[in-house]
């Protein structure tokens, strides 16, 4: 019995000394073993979806279109060469010849009349044909001119727009005692439409000259039926009054008036627009 206990207590130290001498064995496995390697997820294969579209069909063959032959750039234009420009001079009415002529005009009233004006004071009038040989005087104001000075006379001529209906035309002289420039209306004659009425004269603008020279004298009927007049710097050299850049004074001008109407006691009137009237 006492031996059966002392086995028995043996077997179950030597059990629980297996066990502990198991555990140390263990133990020290575990520790010398090394590590699992971890094994490397597979990388999931992706599912091709399949396409339900059908497939394109093959491209045809494309037939090389032959590309344009690159036309080669436009040779450079010449400048041309400035060439001299030539007139010729041919006498319009070669059995007509006048003095000091300073202008010719057409009336613009149905004839194809021409009339030239003398700078003396004398305009001339004449058919507008190559052969004409006669030219008459249509107006002779030399007594009221003074063409003393090389670019004093007459020097402007405008026929009205309505000259059928009232036979006005309009003249820029000068004249002297004082020295002035002077823009008159004169009239057709009612007998002759060849012959100005040298009666007739209406005097619209005096405007002083203080020398001889620079005396402008076109003058123009506008589209806008207003007369405009031209008038130099007074004269000298280099305009020494400065005229042409003094607004009180109306040579170095452009003038543009209304010859249709009067206002106060001029026999003309400013147009309402003008900028540089107030
Ligand atoms: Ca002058």
């Known amino acids: 019995m006492k031996g059966f206990k002392i086995r028995g207590i043996s077997i179950i130290l030597i059990v629980i000394l297996v066990v502990i001498i198991g555990s140390v064995v263990a133990s020290l496995y575990i520790a010398l073993t090394p590590p699992p390697t971890p094994t490397p997820t597979p990388t999931p294969t992706p599912i091709s979806t399949p396409t339900l579209s059908p497939s394109p069909p093959p491209s045809p063959a494309l037939t090389p ?3 344009p ?92 727009p309505n000259l059928i209906s009232n036979s006005f035309l309009y003249v820029y002289y000068t004249a002297d005692d004082p020295r002035r ?68 004074t109306l040579l170095g001008s452009i003038l543009r008036i209304d010859v249709n109407s009067r206002s106060k006691a001029m026999n003309y009137r400013i147009p309402s627009d003008n900028a540089y009237f107030t």
């Open 69 to 160: 032959t690159p036309s080669p750039p436009p040779p450079p234009t010449p400048t041309p060469k400035p060439t001299e420009t030539r007139y010729d001079i041919e006498v319009a009415f070669p059995n007509l010849s006048f003095n000091r002529p300073v202008g010719i005009y057409h009336a613009g009233d149905g004839t194809d009349r021409l009339f030239v004006l003398e700078q003396e004071g004398m305009i001339y009038v004449f058919e507008n044909l190559e052969d004409v040989n006669t030219a008459t005087i249509f107006l002779d104001i030399r007594e009221k001119v003074n063409a003393k000075g090389n670019e004093e006379g007459l020097l402007g001529l405008a026929f009205h």
């Open 181 to 248: 420039s002077v823009i008159a209306r004169y009239k057709v004659s009612w007998e002759n439409p060849n012959k100005g009425d040298k009666e007739s004269e209406q005097i619209l603008l005096e405007i002083p000259q203080p020398y001889s020279n620079h005396n402008g004298g076109q003058l123009a009927f506008g589209p806008d039926g207003h007369l405009y007049i031209a008038l130099g710097d007074g004269g000298a050299a280099g305009d020494p009054r400065g005229n042409s850049q003094d607004p009180s």
């Open 65 to 67: 279109t032959p590309s």
